[in-house]
Each structure stands twice: as C-alpha cells, then as structure tokens.
C-alpha cells in the first residue's frame, strides 16, 4: 500500500490543473509544466483536491502510483512557489563569475570552466563564492546543481570544493608528524 500515492494533493489559488488522458498540465504564477502519466495510473481532480489511483497490484504500477503523486505535488509548487539551490566554493582564488547566460567557474585547474545556464532556470550571483539557482522544474534545478558541484568535489582533508550551502564534509585528520 502506498501512502505516497494514496495522499490527496490540494490545488492552491493562481494554480490551474488540467488532465487529459495521461497528460497531466499545471499551470500557475511562475510559468507551465506537462507531465505523461502511465496508463495504467489514473490522476482525478475534483474541486482543488487531486487524487491519484491506480488499477492493479503489480509491482511497476504500485512504484509509479507514489511517484505520480510526488512529481504533481513537486510540479505544483514549482509553478506557484519555485524551487531554488544555493552554492558555495571554498579555496584560495575559487569563485563563480556569471556573465550573461554563462557561468564561468574557477575551481583551481589551469582554465575556467564555463556552463550555460540551461533555458528555464536563473542563477543569481550573491557574492564571489556564492551562486543561488532558482526555476520551476525541481529536476531541471537539482540536476543544474550537481553539474557544478561535479566540477570540484569537496575533499575531505582542507574542505576545497563546491559544496551545497549548509552542506557538512566530514573531514580527515591527515597525516601526523612522526615521533
């Protein structure tokens, strides 16, 4: 039994729900997002409540119902509140420059490192070593984020990296002085 699944999402104001056949579109504030459903999941909206159901027990089909359900709960608070990540690099001369579309990253290799801020999301430069991340896809923002996180790990000896902000690296001691 899924509890994930069976849970009834309510539809807040400014946010507009729309299902055909196993089409599900939301529409809100912040922009418009479409997600396919399986056939074998059936997704009802009554007044602002949306529920999610499914026709059999087989095990694919009980996955999908829950994770029907999330994705719809995650696209409707994309487009009425939106979804936001915040980096942070530590380093000496480590930092981001955004310019433009194009994020260009100093991470400690002999040439900078430049990402094109894919369409639908916007990065905020807050400070030199500081980058927030916002969009209406939860998948579009995280997936943006672990890119640039990918760059340059934290490591766990001097704690050098791109991490997420409040992120906690547990560090190594490191070799100790012989006697």
Known sequence: MSRIGNRVLTIPEKVEVIVNDNQVNVKGPKGELSLGV????????????ITVTRNN???????????TNALIANMIKGVSEGFEKSLEIFGVGYRFNLKGKVLEVSAGYS????????EGLT??????????????????????????????????YKGKGIRYKGEHI??????KASK
């Open 38 to 49: 399986d056939k074998n999941i059936k997704v009802s909206v009554e007044e602002n409540k």
């Open 57 to 67: 027990d087989i095990k694919k089909v009980k996955q999908m119902h829950g994770t």
């Open 111 to 118: 040439h900078k490192i430049e990402l094109e801020v894919p």
């Open 123 to 156: 990065v905020d430069a807050v400070s030199a070593t500081e980058i927030t991340i916002r969009g209406i896809d939860k998948e579009k923002v995280g997936k943006f984020a672990a890119e640039i996180r990918e760059i340059r790990k934290p490591e766990p």
């Open 170 to 175: 547990r560090r190594k001691e490191g070799k």
